[in-house]
Structure formats: structure tokens, C-alpha cells
């Protein structure tokens, strides 16, 4: 019955990427994304989201620093 796991795109079934959202009203929202469909929706502020997110952030911080060295 649940095959549809949260953390997957809804169409494809491919794993998505979740990202932090930073708002000029200094709002922060974590928005799931499709490598094939692009964004999807915005996901509640809650685990596992929140991990995937920090995850998904450091992984980007770390390619910035060897791109720049
Ligand atoms: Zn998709």
C-alpha cells in the first residue's frame, strides 16, 4: 500500500533533493525537488526533511571549496 515514500518524486519514483530556501522575509523553507521533474513542493520544517536538507547543503558547501581552490 505505501510504496510512495515521501522522500521519492511522486511521478518518477526518483529520489529527490531537498533543499534550504532562503526568503527576503527571512523565512526558511525546505523544497523538494525532481533531478527530472525540478521542484515539486515545499516540504513541512520536520525529519527526515530537515536532514536532507543539511546533508544536500554540506555536500554543496564542500563542491563550492574545491571548485575555488
Ligand atoms: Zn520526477
Redesign the pocket.
Known amino acids: 500500500m505505501n510504496d510512495s515514500s515521501p522522500e521519492k518524486?511522486p511521478?518518477?519514483k526518483?529520489e529527490c533533493i531537498f533543499k534550504w530556501k532562503d526568503f527576503s522575509n527571512g523565512m526558511r523553507h525546505i523544497a523538494q525537488s525532481?533531478p527530472?521533474?525540478g521542484q515539486i513542493k515545499y516540504v513541512p520544517k520536520i525529519e527526515p526533511y530537515i536532514s536532507l536538507a543539511n546533508a544536500n547543503q554540506k555536500k554543496n558547501n564542500t563542491v563550492q571549496k574545491k571548485l575555488f581552490e
Request: with cysteine; aromatic share 0%.
Open positions: 518524486c511521478r518518477c526518483r525532481c527530472i521533474h
